[in-house]
């Protein structure tokens, strides 16, 4: 059974940090991972998607690796702002669904 | 173009009563998928539609729960006999024809609330 760990499950940091969150699954046949960010009391935005084939997607200040074999996926946040902070998930595709992490929630302070 | 809409926002009910929820995916899109989140919990799979029919069921927690997409468009998720355990937020996501992997689009949800 696909489980997914987010670390840590929470952190707070002043504004311009660089920040790692960490993601790891137990099954690697996966199709893709993504990276959602969630508003308290909003849904799901989508931030990046890797496909299983690739190591690495680059959106804006967010960078995401994967590496399959290994069983992790890390987002990298550069220069975080104020507006940086939400719970950011991870999820891995496994056939027709999305598996989720807890979630890391981020704090980013001025 | 408009995406994922949920309604309603908020639900309140007593303990035995049936609810119903309802998603609006983006248009065109065929594939739709119902999840639910606890509160300090990710998301938990319930089901998925392929269309009208359900091809994935699996996640549904027991026969009080149940899901209908009868033109394969709008979706509602029935609970019967609602207990304080399904209190939790009801995501409804969709996305376009083509691949059941590709990035699926939530809605803003519906918050269940069981007295």
């Known amino acids: 059974k696909q489980e997914v760990t987010q670390i840590p499950a929470a952190l707070s940091v002043p504004e311009g940090e660089n920040l790692v969150l960490n993601c790891s699954f137990t099954d690697s046949a996966i199709y893709n991972l993504q990276w959602f960010r969630q508003d308290p009391g909003k849904g799901l935005t989508s931030l990046l998607l890797i496909q299983s084939s690739q190591r690495e997607q680059t959106s804006g200040r967010l960078n995401a690796s994967l590496d399959k074999s290994s069983g992790r996926s890390t987002l990298y946040i550069a220069a975080s702002q104020p507006g940086d902070s939400a719970t950011y998930l991870c999820a891995v595709h496994n056939t027709d669904k999305l598996i989720f992490g807890t979630g890391t929630r981020l704090q980013v302070f001025p | 173009g408009a995406g994922v809409s949920q309604t309603p926002s908020n639900k309140v009910t007593e303990k035995g009563k049936y609810v119903e929820l309802r998603c609006d995916p983006i248009?065109?899109?065929?594939?739709l998928y119902w999840y639910r989140q606890s509160l300090g919990q990710g998301p938990e799979f319930l089901i998925y539609f392929q269309g009208t029919g359900a091809a994935d069921d699996s996640g549904l927690p027991n026969d009080r729960f149940f899901a209908v997409r009868p033109e394969g468009s709008v979706s509602t998720l029935k609970i019967q006999r609602t207990e304080r355990g399904d209190s939790a937020v009801y995501l409804c996501?969709?996305?376009?024809?083509?691949?059941?992997?590709?990035?699926?689009?939530f809605g803003p949800g519906t918050r269940l609330t069981v007295l």
């Open positions: 248009s065109g899109h065929t594939a």
């Open positions: 996501a969709s996305s376009p024809p083509g691949s059941s992997t590709d990035t699926q689009y």
